[in-house]
């Protein structure tokens, strides 16, 4: 008999344990649309709108000329120029630039791009987040492709820079050069179409 009771104890106490996990999970579920709901009523909701997150740091009562510049190292006949030579940003707001390389030869090569500043004391205030110089870059034959670099210029560059010039020389790596052997391209192509 007793054994029997404790076997109805064990059962009411796990129909128990059921029951308060359901209302748990419940309670969780329901949780996010309930907050949700709270804030909406309260006003907490409408304070932050994602389409209206604008970026702080960016200082619009100033404007600094970005100026781009590039040129080459080689002898093949490559060239880098900026896409675009010249435009203005506020310190703090995030800058795509890009640089378009055009390799009309029968060379392939890899290259390394090297930036300079003028003036040079900007340098440390051009925040680099990507950037092709990071990296040796393969050059294919006949090849045009553009390149990118994202930077920001930090808000504390001195007032009396009003313009800053990103410069970048692309150096051949010296041994990597080869040349495209042109009856096999010309064969290629004609496979191709």
């Known amino acids: 008999m007793k054994a029997a009771n404790l076997d109805n104890q064990n059962k009411t106490l796990l129909r128990k344990l059921v029951v308060v996990a359901l209302v748990m999970f419940a309670f969780g579920y329901a949780m996010v649309p309930l907050y949700k ?6 006003g ?16 619009k009562s100033r404007t600094v000329v970005m100026e781009f ?19 203005n940003v506020h310190p703090g707001e ?11 030869t ?14 040079q004391h900007a340098a440390q205030y051009v925040k680099k987040l990507e950037c092709f110089c990071f990296t040796q870059q393969k050059i294919n034959a ?12 930090d808000p ?25 052997d042109s009856t096999v391209e010309v064969g290629f192509r004609a496979f191709k179409s």
């Open 106 to 119: 029968d060379t392939i090569f890899d290259a390394q791009a090297i930036p300079s500043y003028g003036p």
């Open 156 to 180: 504390s560059l001195p007032i009396d820079v009003g313009t800053v010039t990103l410069s970048y020389t692309m150096f051949e790596i010296e041994g990597t050069r080869s040349t495209v």
């Open 44 to 59: 907490v909701y409408d304070l932050i709108k994602p389409d209206e997150i604008v970026n702080t740091q960016i200082d």
């Open 142 to 153: 006949h090849e045009t492709r553009d390149f990118s670099v994202v930077f920001v210029i």
């Open 37 to 42: 709901k709270i804030c909406e009523v309260t």
């Open 69 to 87: 510049d590039a040129n080459t190292r080689s002898q093949v006949g490559w060239e880098l120029v900026p896409v675009e030579v010249r435009m």
């Open 94 to 104: 995030l800058v795509h630039a890009t640089f378009r390389l055009t390799n009309p």
